[in-house]
């Protein structure tokens, strides 16, 4: 079986400016290249993206942008020796189009679940990465470690009482890929994998 990485997209690779149409304005997270290429190497990790990108259902941009944006996603990875395997996005919004909840917009595990069987991979020794408590959430429903990568300050009220649940409470909160790639070559150890 094989290990993956699920990777949110916005903020966890590329910097998040909201709802990116634009692929001139990609830039990638400072450390997201060198992280990943080490985990890359050391661990033979396949890399699934996995993007909530409602903005397509709320009409700010279309499939062929988000594609656009996710082709230099990628090849800015690519010319720093990272592989993507693959990008998965959920296009949908509950207050929008079809009015439902779909099974995919995180932290439903959807895109996950379709991950796992797309590339026989083994979720025991697999790992979910983002952003936000939504992606720790999304982990935690597929049954896979999260990690969050945290930019927030968790003495703000909300994002204190978020780790109050454990449904959203990640298995680790980075700051950095340092500190990520440190927490999975640990962890790794630990579970004998
Ligand atoms: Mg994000
Ligand atoms: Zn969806």
Do not use: W
Not at 14 to 31: E, F, Q, S, T
Not at 127 to 147: Q, R, W
């Amino acid at each position: 079986m094989n290990r993956a990485i699920f990777l949110d997209r916005d903020g966890t690779i590329n910097i998040d400016y909201g709802y990116i149409n634009d692929p001139a304005k990609v830039k990638l997270v400072p450390g997201c290249a060198e992280g990943l290429k080490y985990l890359q190497e050391k661990f033979g990790f396949l890399f699934l993206v996995i993007s909530n990108q409602s903005g397509i259902a709320r009409g700010y941009l279309t499939h062929e942008e988000l594609e656009a944006v996710n082709h230099k996603v990628e090849s800015l990875l690519k010319e720093q020796g990272v592989k993507i395997t693959r990008f998965y996005y959920c296009p949908h919004h509950p207050d929008h189009a079809e009015k439902q909840q779909c099974g995919c917009r995180k932290p439903s595990p959807g895109m996950i679940i379709k991950g796992l069987k797309d590339y026989q991979i083994d979720p025991a020794s697999s790992y979910v990465i983002g952003d936000k408590l939504t992606d720790a959430e999304a982990g935690y429903n597929a049954g896979i470690t999260s990690i969050l990568l945290s930019h927030v300050d968790f003495s703000d009220q909300e994002s204190f009482s978020g780790l109050q649940n454990p449904r959203l409470f990640p298995n680790f909160v980075a700051y950095n890929f340092s500190e990520v790639c440190d927490f999975i070559s640990k962890d790794s150890n630990e579970k004998g994998h």
